[in-house]
């Protein structure tokens, strides 16, 4: 069995990696880890430095916390040519200006569970959900 050393020093190198392969770091990235019955669940949240919203990136479950990494560094080394591009245009509760978010997901109501991830529904009016052309 790993020390617990050796499993903070390996996280904190596959979260690296993670960040390194999406560009994002610090403020605009979040691992979220909570226990899920005998098992790890990590969400990987984006948070938009223009708007200071945060969305799902992706949610991946494991044995423990090296295994719900490595599960998500090979989702986000792979996502592009697994999911479809979304453009979603959304407006916050008392808020003057239309905001664009971009997801990729499998289908549209997943591209709308993460842009709603976290939050009241009632929070944000959605105005339109496009699937954008794969280039």
């Not at 050393?5 to 691992?31: M, P, W, Y």
């Not at 090296?66 to 090979?74: A, E, G, H, P, S």
């Not at 008392?94 to 929070?123: H, I, P, Q, V, W």
Request: charged share 25%; aromatic share 12%; net charge neutral.
């Amino acid at each position: 069995m790993e020390s617990t050393t050796e499993v903070h020093v390996e996280s904190a190198r596959i979260q690296k990696q993670i960040e390194n392969h999406l560009g994002l770091s610090g403020d605009s990235l979040l691992f979220e880890f909570r226990k899920l019955d005998n098992k790890v669940r990590l969400d990987l949240i984006t948070v938009n430095p223009r708007h200071h919203q945060s969305f799902l990136f992706h949610t991946e479950v494991g044995y423990d916390k090296v295994d719900v990494l490595r599960k998500m560094l090979d989702y986000v080394q792979s996502y592009k040519e697994k999911e479809s591009p979304y453009t979603v245009q959304w407006m916050a509760r008392g808020d003057k200006e239309l905001n664009t978010s971009y997801f990729r997901a499998r289908n549209m109501y997943e591209a709308l569970d993460k842009l709603y991830f976290g939050r009241d529904m009632n929070t944000i009016t959605v105005f339109s959900v496009v699937l954008n052309p794969v280039s």
